[in-house]
């Protein structure tokens, strides 16, 4: 196992566990990462605390499953979490669920990951900024706002075209109007650090699913 310092993982340390997990599997696995593990592979972020990560095959997340358990991880607070690592919780998702978001296309489908590392057996990559953007929002805390923002500073993110992916998830989501508004929440921060225009932010404000159709 590997420890970036007692509370958070760097992305370089990330890849040096799967290193580790690579020489010891005997399978293939693809594995995508989200949330924060995301941001931190794609050197948005320093670092992360819990490692989430998408095994967008249901048989190979039950193989996976099966491998880690025979590594000594253990179930701890919703993930896995290892007695060389305590302090590094590894969440998985199966299939194409995020968090409690339904992804509108399978993180393997073409310009929907970001390539990490291939070895032999393991595939990783990172979820596309527009779905990591979305699956962020979905929760919409003021931390999951700040690395959005950080999102749209590091990359050339195309606002109308965020909003048309975004609205189209939230038509899926128990509360679609709540998702709007954590969309709008995030366009005013970027409306404050001068990333989009005002036009923009007026449009994000009267958005209707009725007026779109």
Known sequence: ??????YKI??????????????????????IGCGGTAMTLLEIKDSTKDIDIIVPMPKEYERLMKFLHALGYEEKGG???????PYFLYQFWAGNRVFT??????PLAPGKNITIKKWRHIYLGALNLMDLIITKMFRG????????????????????RLLDRYAEAAKYDLNPDQMMR???YLVEALFKKKMVTD????KARSWSWKKKN
């Open 182 to 184: 954590n969309f709008i």
């Open 1 to 6: 196992m590997v420890m970036a310092n007692k």
């Open 10 to 31: 760097a992305g370089k340390e990330l890849i040096q566990t799967i290193d580790n997990w690579e020489r010891l599997i005997n399978f293939k696995v693809q594995l």
């Open 79 to 85: 993930g896995l979490a290892h007695p060389d690592d």
């Open 101 to 106: 978001t339904e992804l509108l296309d399978s």
């Open 141 to 160: 805390t003021q931390a999951d706002i700040d690395d959005c923002v950080s999102a749209f500073a590091a990359y050339e993110i195309t606002p109308e």
């Open 199 to 202: 036009l923009f932010l007026e």
